[in-house]
């Protein structure tokens, strides 16, 4: 059973054995409770429930293959996946984001017989969600946490993350262009109706939980009135939530928080940091994802200019460097199980090439 586990949900296993051995260094107490974001934990399962709702009533299925008659070609089918996930990354932050659009991306390549491109098309959006989201102060996690921490005034946080953002873009774009412009073709037709009824109660409890992420709502009301309704309604929803992902995002806020008390930890970061913000927050992204590196290290540098662009810039690389790709990871999995290995050496290939384009771009321009 172990072993099964470990091998179909191997990043929240490693989350939890990094959990599990902080837990060593320092002892659960009652600091511990304010470890975790439980804002964002109930806003993603609040969003993670609606989204199964929302494909219990075929609701992607249909709407992708809008999509599909619309655009036409597969080039501009993957342009078109790419700015949608891009520009809902800055209005609704990358997590939630990627949890709408990736059955978007996935549907509308099944529809047309193109799924052999879903691996390359789920990596496009993944790096989307998490570059999109850079250039507002509520697109990413870390970002919301930063601009609330350093006060950072909205026109500077902007003039700073805009010229990666640009560069970001044209590179998404650039790497669409090799998709020929082929004509695309829906295999099938679908019988079953859209539920109209059900579709607008679910974009309603879908706009609730986003405004939960503005904090229009209260987050624990949209949490509670999204799983009441859906308890009567639609309980295979709340039943298909991937509560490993939201466990994993504990796991790795546990760690995160008892890294921060480990004196040793706390020396050898603050010498570090004096050296290169910037190089140090992008390495540390690698190894224990964005979010937690925002909150470690901004205890440790008054810089914010290079923490922002780190934190943001390496959400590119590794798996967790970005809590996000873990959604991204989850989602094909659950699609593809066998094909999960060579996804994972396409997405280490495309995210490395970003990182380091982005990375020389804010080292030599930027800081």
Do not use: W
Not at 44 to 65: E, G
Not at 71 to 78: D, I
Not at 289 to 313: E, M, Q
Not at 346 to 365: D, G, H, K, R
Request: proline fraction near 3%; include cysteine.
């Amino acid at each position: 059973m172990i072993k099964s586990l470990f091998k179909d949900k191997t990043v929240f296993c490693i989350a939890f054995v990094a959990a599990v051995i902080s837990c060593f260094f320092v002892h659960p107490d009652k600091q511990y409770l304010t470890y975790i974001d439980y804002k964002t934990i109930c806003c993603l399962f609040a969003t993670l429930a609606v989204v199964c709702a929302l494909k219990d009533i075929m609701f992607f299925t249909i709407l992708s293959r809008k999509i599909v008659q619309t655009v036409g070609n597969l080039r501009f089918l993957a342009i078109v996946l790419v700015i949608i996930t891009f520009v809902g990354s800055m209005l609704i932050a990358n997590d939630m984001a990627l949890i709408t659009f990736l059955p978007l991306g996935y549907l509308a390549l099944s529809v047309t017989g193109k799924e052999k491109y879903s691996a390359y098309i789920f990596i496009l959006q993944n790096i989307s969600a998490n570059l999109g989201g850079m250039v507002t102060p509520f697109g990413n996690p870390q970002n919301l946490y930063l601009y609330s921490y350093f006060n950072i005034p909205t026109g500077e946080f902007t003039l700073i993350m805009l010229p990666p953002f640009i560069l970001a873009v044209t590179m998404l774009i650039l790497c669409c262009l090799p998709f020929k412009c082929e004509k695309l073709t829906i295999n099938e037709e679908i019988k079953k109706p859209l539920d109209i009824k059900r579709t607008v109660l679910y974009l309603l409890l879908f706009t609730l939980s986003i405004l939960a992420v503005f904090r229009v709502v209260n987050f624990i009301v949209a949490t509670v009135v999204v799983t009441v309704i859906l308890l009567f309604v639609d309980r295979l929803a709340l039943k298909s939530v991937d509560y490993f992902l939201i466990l994993t995002f504990v796991c790795f806020f546990i760690f995160a928080g008892n890294m921060s008390r480990v004196d040793a930890v706390e020396d050898f970061v603050s010498l570090i940091l004096n050296k290169n913000p910037l190089l140090v927050s992008l390495g540390s992204c690698q190894v224990i994802s964005n979010v937690p590196t925002a909150i470690l290290l901004s205890r440790f540098t008054d810089n914010y200019k290079a923490l922002l662009l780190g934190v943001n810039i390496g959400g590119t690389g590794t798996l967790i460097a970005s809590l996000a790709s873990l959604i991204t990871y989850s989602e094909y999995k659950t699609l593809y199980p066998e094909k999960s290995k060579s996804y994972l050496g396409l997405f280490a290939l495309m995210n490395i090439l970003f990182l380091a384009v982005l990375t020389v771009f804010s080292y030599l321009f930027l800081i």
